[in-house]
């Protein structure tokens, strides 16, 4: 049996860059000493979640790639030995900026890169003001582990990115996230909120009979302009297997290093009972790529 360990390191961030990063190492470094082989990271780890304000100070934490964050991450896929996926705010040009996942080999090479193709923009989340949409595609990428179908946070809700990695040959669904709630939300929309994340994913992972690792950042993260109370980021990163089924998950408020083993070969045998990709009728979905249907 083909079985792979991987990390996830769902941890709380704060405004200082080099704390931050030393404690990512000190996650990494526990997960890889635990026999991990592939570790994920949450969406823009580096810093906290600046897209609760429209502010052009914070183009200063975009990096260019290769750069500074790339060549500190190249450095600890290589001294562990493992494939790291990294969430990094990029700078490509002046005034053009991506939000992009790079993943790195274990020999510390840059294995590939994804740009975030769906850019939110909804209160505490102004996304579109500092990213534009990824212009790379639904490209996975090629590792020593696997072929990996790396997404970000709110591609994470359309089902049509998870179905072409997978037709691309994707053997991993993985999303770096950063979602959380508004403390003025009531329990119960914070509930429906977190149920409605974790079950388009797991949809995902049945629709196209493929493992889904989701990892999402944890934390109170103060809106610096006052007028919210702050993103509460709910946790809750897990691995679901291909039919769905949660394998592994994290609390919604604590920090945690996630060491799950996920069998590489079960999706070929979901596969083989569940023939979605033999049925569908291609034939028929040229509307899909309509914006609306009148």
Request: aromatic share 10%.
């Given at each position: 049996?083909?079985k792979i360990k991987v990390?996830?390191?769902?941890q709380?961030?704060t405004?200082?860059?080099e704390y931050?990063l030393?404690?990512?190492?000190?996650?990494?470094?526990v997960?890889?000493?635990?026999?991990?082989?592939?570790v994920?990271?949450?969406?823009?780890?580096?810093?906290?979640?600046?897209?609760?304000?429209?502010?052009?100070?914070?183009?200063?934490l975009?990096?260019?790639?290769?750069?500074p964050?790339?060549?500190?991450?190249?450095t600890i896929?290589r001294?562990?030995?493992?494939?790291l996926?990294?969430?990094l705010?990029?700078?490509?040009?002046?005034?053009?900026?991506?939000?992009?996942?790079?993943v790195?080999?274990?020999?510390?090479?840059?294995?590939?890169?994804y740009r975030?193709?769906h850019i939110?923009d909804?209160?505490?989340?102004?996304?579109?003001?500092?990213?534009?949409?990824?212009?790379?595609?639904?490209e996975p990428?090629?590792?020593?582990?696997?072929?990996?179908?790396?997404?970000v946070?709110?591609?994470?809700?359309?089902?049509?990115?998870?179905?072409?990695?997978?037709?691309?040959?994707?053997?991993l669904?993985?999303?770096?996230t950063?979602?959380?709630?508004e403390?003025?939300?009531t329990?119960?929309?914070?509930?429906?909120?977190r149920?409605a994340?974790?079950?388009?994913?797991?949809?995902?992972a049945?629709a196209?009979?493929?493992?889904?690792?989701?990892?999402?950042?944890?934390?109170?993260e103060?809106?610096?302009?006052?007028?919210t109370n702050?993103?509460?980021?709910?946790?809750?990163?897990?691995?679901?297997?291909?039919?769905?089924?949660?394998?592994a998950?994290?609390?919604?408020n604590?920090?945690m290093?996630?060491?799950?083993?996920i069998?590489m070969e079960?999706?070929e045998n979901?596969?083989?009972w569940?023939?979605f990709l033999r049925?569908?009728?291609i034939?028929?979905?040229?509307?899909?790529?309509?914006?609306?249907?009148?």
């Amino acid at each position: 049996m083909r079985k792979i360990k991987v990390g996830l390191v769902q941890q709380s961030c704060t405004p200082n860059l080099e704390y931050n990063l030393s404690k990512l190492y000190e996650n990494i470094k526990v997960l890889a000493q635990n026999g991990a082989q592939l570790v994920v990271l949450q969406e823009l780890h580096n810093s906290l979640y600046f897209c609760q304000v429209e502010s052009t100070d914070n183009f200063d934490l975009a990096e260019p790639i290769p750069g500074p964050s790339t060549g500190f991450y190249s450095t600890i896929a290589r001294e562990f030995g493992i494939v790291l996926v990294t969430s990094l705010f990029e700078k490509r040009a002046a005034g053009l900026y991506h939000n992009t996942a790079v993943v790195f080999e274990k020999d510390g090479s840059i294995a590939g890169k994804y740009r975030k193709m769906h850019i939110p923009d909804d209160p505490a989340y102004y996304e579109k003001f500092y990213f534009t949409p990824g212009d790379l595609g639904f490209e996975p990428i090629q590792t020593s582990v696997g072929k990996l179908g790396v997404q970000v946070c709110w591609d994470q809700w359309y089902p049509e990115g998870a179905r072409l990695m997978a037709l691309k040959g994707a053997e991993l669904l993985i999303y770096p996230t950063a979602i959380g709630y508004e403390s003025s939300d009531t329990v119960e929309e914070q509930t429906r909120q977190r149920e409605a994340w974790i079950t388009v994913q797991r949809g995902h992972a049945v629709a196209n009979g493929l493992p889904v690792i989701a990892v999402n950042r944890v934390g109170l993260e103060p809106d610096p302009s006052g007028q919210t109370n702050g993103i509460s980021f709910w946790g809750s990163s897990f691995v679901a297997g291909p039919q769905g089924e949660i394998i592994a998950q994290a609390p919604i408020n604590k920090e945690m290093n996630m060491l799950v083993e996920i069998d590489m070969e079960r999706s070929e045998n979901v596969r083989r009972w569940w023939p979605f990709l033999r049925d569908r009728r291609i034939e028929k979905f040229g509307d899909l790529t309509k914006r609306f249907i009148d």
